[in-house]
T-cell receptor, first 114, second 112 residues
Framework: DTAVSQTPKYLVTQMGNDKSIKCEQN?????MYWYKQDSKKFLKIMFS???????INETVPNRFSPKSPDKAHLNLHINSLELGDSAVYFC?????????????FGSGTRLTVV | KQEVTQIPAALSVPEGENLVLNCSFT??????LQWFRQDPGKGLTSLLL?????REQTSGRLNASLDKSSGRSTLYIAASQPGDSATYLC???????????FGPGTRLSVLP
């Protein structure tokens, strides 16, 4: 199936740990994104990335870092996890930056920090 | 900075009704706008992508309109069904055209 897939679907971890969430798309898109959905259900952009440029939302703590081994993958690394990092993290992809042709989303990773 | 509002925040209707979900955005210099559906505990499903050159886009029982000049988009759902129950999210691009900015959503419940 053509899709954006994220792993793991659920992640429970202790404060202070370092964790990664993986995202892969097989749609041939050239731009990928990470969004955070908090407890109030608001979706906020964290990063957008294509081969040329990483755009970071300035409100994202530098404990969060995206890593892209190739055009089809954009992983999210989180260092020194805090309780406030608990949220659902969504990966998305599109043709061209800005989603001119629309986004396709993954199913999300629910992160719980205890 | 692009800001998005959606009205109503929640809606509960009996099956069969025609519905109107409203979206307003502050920066009207957009080239498109996307409507999504999110089921509880699930990801986002794209419903309609409407380009700025279009005034309407239709898919089945769904119809989205876009009025850039007034900063509004409307999602019409015809003959609602219990399976339509979900949160509907409106997303225009940000000021730089780099990312979609999401509204808070309209939580729809269609009762059998």
């Amino acid at each position: 199936d053509t899709a954006v897939s994220q792993t793991p679907k659920y992640l429970v971890t202790q404060m202070g740990n370092d964790k990664s969430i993986k995202c892969e798309q097989n749609l041939g898109h050239d731009t990928m994104y990470w969004y955070k959905q908090d407890s109030k259900k608001f979706l906020k952009i964290m990063f957008s990335y294509n081969n040329k440029e990483l755009i970071i939302n300035e409100t994202v703590p530098n404990r969060f870092s995206p890593k892209s081994p190739d055009k089809a993958h954009l992983n999210l690394h989180i260092n020194s996890l805090e309780l406030g990092d608990s949220a659902v993290y969504f990966c998305a992809s599109s043709f061209e930056g800005g989603g001119r042709y629309g986004y396709t989303f993954g199913s999300g990773t629910r992160l719980t920090v205890v | 900075k692009q800001e998005v509002t959606q009205i109503p925040a929640a809606l509960s209707v009996p099956e069969g009704e025609n519905l109107v979900l409203n979206c307003s955005f502050t920066d009207s210099a957009i080239y498109n706008l996307q409507w999504f559906r999110q089921d509880p505990g699930k990801g986002l499903t794209s419903l309609l992508l409407i380009q700025s050159s279009q005034r309407e886009q239709t898919s089945g029982r769904l119809n989205a309109s876009l009025d850039k000049s007034s900063g509004r988009s409307t999602l019409y759902i015809a003959a609602s069904q219990p399976g339509d129950s979900a949160t509907y999210l409106c997303a225009p691009p940000d000021n730089y055209g780099q990312n979609f900015v999401f509204g808070p959503g309209t939580r729809l419940s269609v009762l059998p």
